[in-house]
């Protein structure tokens, strides 16, 4: 039983292309986030949701657009893909944005934009 | 600002040999930590945290760490390493400033190798 999952694993595209990522968790959390990987390993915060609100947008540009149709999903539109873009995508859920809360991780959605 | 720093990108570690990877963090208030741990092609697995309470915190797979406030570390600990515990390990610290969303600040992260 998957606590957090992502499809697709793998995304390869074109520049210019617009892609989703769909991220799901069965933990009954109420607060799921999605976070970037870059090349270098670094782990940075993107976007974080409670209760299928929007709370942080670290300064993610608006050709991303995540959208959460309820507490379960948590999915990421980006629009105009850029070569920058490349990383691996995850998605995380935690029971709530409480300090002490752990955050579970999904797998992880490396994207490559050719 | 609230920050993480693992001093180590690789750490070297015969088996059977003690290990220690770490971790250095900077908060305003009071510090909530965590360790994942990343092999390769995979997500990252939480393996334990510091909230408050007793000092040195067990986790999973044999992992422990140790939480010392005076030195603002939290260095993680194995009594014996095993070949399968190489993998990338990341220190966190919770953002805890107001409309902060409840974010993890990850550390670069430190490759374990351990060699038979």
């Known amino acids: 039983d998957t606590a957090v999952s992502q499809t697709p694993k793998y995304l390869v595209t074109q520049m210019g292309n617009d892609k989703s990522i769909k991220c799901e968790q069965n933990l009954g959390h109420d607060t799921m986030y999605w976070y970037k990987q870059d090349s270098k390993k670094f782990l940075k915060i993107m976007f974080s949701y409670n209760n299928k609100e929007l709370i942080i947008n670290e300064t993610v540009p608006n050709r991303f657009s995540p959208k959460s149709p309820d507490k379960a999903h948590l999915n990421l539109h980006i629009n105009s893909l850029e070569l920058g873009d490349s990383a691996v995508y995850f998605c995380?859920?935690?029971?709530?944005?409480?300090?002490?809360?752990?955050?579970?991780f999904g797998p992880g959605t490396r994207l490559t934009v050719l | 600002a609230q920050s993480v720093a693992q001093p180590e990108d690789q750490v070297n570690v015969a088996e059977g040999n003690p290990l220690t990877v770490k971790c250095t963090y900077s908060v305003s208030g009071n510090p909530y930590l965590f360790w994942y741990v990343q092999y390769p092609n995979r997500g990252l697995q939480f393996l334990l945290k510091?909230?408050?309470?007793?000092?040195l915190v067990k986790g999973s797979y044999g992992f422990e760490a140790e939480f010392n406030k005076s030195q603002t570390s939290f260095h993680l600990k194995k009594p014996s390493a095993l070949v399968s515990d190489s993998a990338l390990y990341f220190c966190?610290?919770?953002?805890?400033?107001?409309?902060?969303?409840?974010?993890?600040?990850f550390g670069q992260g430190t490759e374990l190798s351990v060699k038979p």
């Open positions: 995380a859920s935690s029971q709530g944005l409480g300090a002490p809360d752990t955050q579970y």
């Open positions: 510091y909230i408050t309470g007793d000092n």
């Open positions: 966190a610290v919770r953002h805890l400033g107001y409309n902060q969303g409840g974010k993890l600040i």
